[in-house]
């Protein structure tokens, strides 16, 4: 299938809202609108009648309500459908959104509503990149492996025509070819490290066929979810440390962590960090919050404690406060909850003085946190 790519979007830009659209369902009010539009855009697709401009510009102010962050790809099966693809461009933190924008999808005749770019059979197609040309007979990879780290997956991508010079753009080829070739949702979750090195560091290794690459992750993931899929951590009895140090730019950063997490050998069964930034206003040069942005920030990671339980694979390592900014830091078996989670909290705090955003990722050694040790 040939699929057509919307970029559009990628700059912010300010919504506003008339009477009709504040307080409904952003998505709900872009099904309703796409419901309405679909037979002209179903028309448009298969007559490839300007596209860009028929399908994805309209497309692209309908979703702004929702977000900018959400991106899409067209284009016609064997069976006369449309399939319209919701992407968030492997950014983790939106896999959730698109998701949930495609659970609420109605059903549409001639349609077919999609989340997140699915496998591609790439014995059949191939990625082109100016002049470089990515197949399944080009690229090859070899698993690097660490003790100390026995269940991370790190591969190393070899391509057969690599030169220096290009090495961003053949980077990028390969990873658009792991892509289409795993999916979107399948290379994020279980890809955890992956690099393109010359051919020259590749000297001795077993190179493998690029795709066999999809059996070696399905064998990994067994062996990973027989040997971590009940784990869970009780820590209500667990040590926690303070912690003090001081910026470069002298202001004092102050913090908790919980100590038997981080000496927990069983860290990789809760793979996925969160870190949710809290940022308040300073009242002096210390970069400390005041007693009120103080205790807002305790109750509002009070109830986050509660919504995220060490019994239901979510827990909580530790925060650092400093410089106008509270961090605190998650560990999960799984990433969506926290992240819904989260977003409720922005939604909640939008108005408040305190402002609240995330980052989530995938660390199966809590490599990220090594600066807690180093703090104590």
Known sequence: MKFLNSFFGRKKSTVTKNKEQQGRDPILAFWEWFTVKQKDFYRIVKENDRVEMNLFGPLKQALKPISEHIYYLVGMNDKEEVEL???????????????NLVRQAPQLDNWKIIAHK?????????????????TEANIHFFVNHYPEYPDLIDISLVYSDYKEE????????????????????????????????????????????ILKLKDYL?????????KYEATR??????????LEATL?????????????????PDKPSHPWLVRMDIFYTSD??????????????????????????????????GRQTADGVREVFFAGKDFRKPVA???????????????????????KYWKSLDFFNLAQ
């Open 166 to 209: 290009d090495k961003t753009l053949i980077l990028n080829g390969c990873f658009i070819f792991l892509d289409n070739y795993l999916g979107e949702l399948e290379f994020a979750l279980h890809v955890d490290e992956a690099q393109l090195v010359a051919s020259a560091a590749a000297e001795g290794q077993e190179l493998i066929p």
């Open 218 to 226: 399905i064998w990994r993931e067994k062996e990973f979810v027989e």
């Open 284 to 317: 002096n040069d210390s970069g400390m919050p005041n007693n009120i942005d103080y205790e807002a920030m305790d109750l509002l990671e009070e109830g986050l404690m509660q919504e995220l339980r060490d019994v239901d694979g979510y827990l909580n390592i």
């Open 85 to 99: 693809i919701f992407t968030s461009e492997g950014v983790i933190r939106y896999f959730p959104l698109v998701e």
């Open 248 to 264: 470069q730019n002298g202001a004092p950063l102050v913090g908790v962590v919980n100590q038997d997490l981080l000496a927990w």
């Open 233 to 242: 951590k009780d820590t209500q009895n667990d040590s926690f440390s303070g």
């Open 341 to 363: 989670i989260i977003n409720q909290i922005q939604q909640q705090y939008a108005n408040s003085s305190l402002k609240i955003d995330f980052t989530v990722y995938k660390d």
């Open 118 to 134: 699915p496998a591609s059979n790439m014995e059949k197609f191939a990625v082109t990149m100016g002049d470089y040309k990515f």
